[in-house]
């Protein structure tokens, strides 16, 4: 269903460039989601009403319920939103865009009945303030156009179903992964832009299964984008037996139409987010100035020079060392750090220079949170997982208090764990790989294993793939931090018929040219019986 409906949507977007055509689309869900998940809080209520119980019951109402007051309870917003439901009015429903959009187009135009509808429904769900698309009377996308868009989400079907399992699925959670897909397709094919806005799934999964977030926990996120890295940290919560309207979520982004995103993809998946009064950069206005944070995961953009970062050299958060003015990779590993909790934790997506590099200070920053016993562990990523940048990309994990009061991480004082990951992964297209969901857990397990998490095993180096290395032979290397260094090659895994491999390749080579020898050989006899007919 997704994909048919993305290659329909797709099809209409003509010359309009993607990074545009988008919040046209995802606004256009967004509606036709909050319109049907309050058309079945709706039946529901109703059914309620009618049968002579629900609230009126509560209200000691006996005898028939009369129509009107039906109707108006139907109508009281209170019944919605304190369900956690969007309250819809009824001039910006699906269905008055739908029938706009069926009809003779005219005045008033069908953009206008659209942006109409957004500012209303912002005006009743205050949380919604200033986050909705409403651009749709701009003439960008002709009216043909938007009525054929219009009709092609109409197929959208949000409504409570039960899946295979027997299990019931909400509209909240289809909504979700129809947004999700319809974000992660934009990010294809905005291609470099699209890593502003979107982190691969896999990638955040990895970081989230990582940290292990729990409930009763405050999670913050400084570069958020559309907010993926707080829906897959409530849905670890969920799976764990947690409730996962018992974390708080802050978060945090600079460029406004990527901090609408997020609004209405938390909005779309039920999750309650602080994500500062407006759009705006980390470094200079920090929106959660006070906030200390159990959890912090992030995916900043990689390298960026313009960070403002002369602006800056004093700053209480550099307790490491000024990061450089060119390269804002350990300006945004220290506010990371500046905003953890006592034993919080954070994990952040980095390019692999910054586990080497020595330009501008960098390599003493790095050597000084060595020392200071605050990285935990490092993973080396394989090529090829961001559509956004060629970069080599690695995963650092940060342990405040690290062998001495963080229950994250336990007797590993003066230790960090090593992984490298670089030949994991699939391709999942020609251009993208993946990684699986054996090789998330083998890189996580390995992991709880090291910090002594309950449960998870004992730990063991294995040469190729993990390795824990000592304060000591860090000084050895630098505090070059990359995963290649220090867990060695793997074991190469012995012949079954026990032939070495030398004599193997030998032998091998041989048969081949013999081979190409009878290749040779029989192509001249066709030739030969070819030329006789």
Known sequence: MKAILWASADKLRGSLEAAEYKH???????????????????????????????LLAELGFEGEVPEALILQTLEEREQYTGAGIFYVPPTARWEVVLERAKGTLGDPSLGKVIDTAMVTIEKFNPSLNNTLPKQYNSGRVDETTLA?????????????????????????????????????????????????????????????????????????????????????????????????????????????????????????????????????DSFHNDQHGELKADVVLANPPFNISDWGGERLGMDDRWVYGTPPVTNANFAWIQHMVSKLAPGGRAGVVLANGSMSSKSGGEGDIRRAMVEGDLVACMVALPGQLFRSTQIPACLWFLADGKGRHSKWVRGRKGEVLFIDAREMGVMASRTLRELTEEELQRIAGTFRAWRGAEGAGGYEDVAGFCRSASLEELREHDFVLTPGRYVGVAEAEEDPDGEPVEEKVARLTKELYRLFEESGRLETAVREQLGRV
């Open 24 to 54: 046209f689309v995802l606004g256009l869900v967004f509606l036709k989601y909050v319109s049907e998940a309050m058309a079945e809080k709706r039946e529901l209520l109703e059914a309620e009403l009618r049968s002579g119980g629900g």
């Open 148 to 280: 054929g868009l219009v009709k092609t989400l109409d197929r959208l079907t949000f409504q409570a179903q039960v899946g295979e399992d027997g299990k019931r699925v909400g509209a909240r959670d289809l909504m979700g992964e129809v947004y999700e897909y319809f974000l992660a397709q934009f990010a294809l094919q905005e291609g470099r832009n699209g890593g502003e806005f979107f982190t691969p799934a896999s990638v955040v999964k990895l970081l989230v299964e990582m940290l292990e977030p729990v409930e009763g926990e405050r999670v913050l996120d400084p570069a958020c984008g559309s907010g993926g890295m707080f829906v897959q940290a409530e849905r670890f919560v969920e799976t764990h037996g947690g409730d996962r309207f018992n974390v708080a979520v802050y978060g945090q982004e600079r460029n406004l139409t990527t901090w609408r995103l997020a609004h209405m993809n938390l909005a779309i998946h039920g999750i309650e987010a602080d994500l500062g009064e407006e759009p705006a």
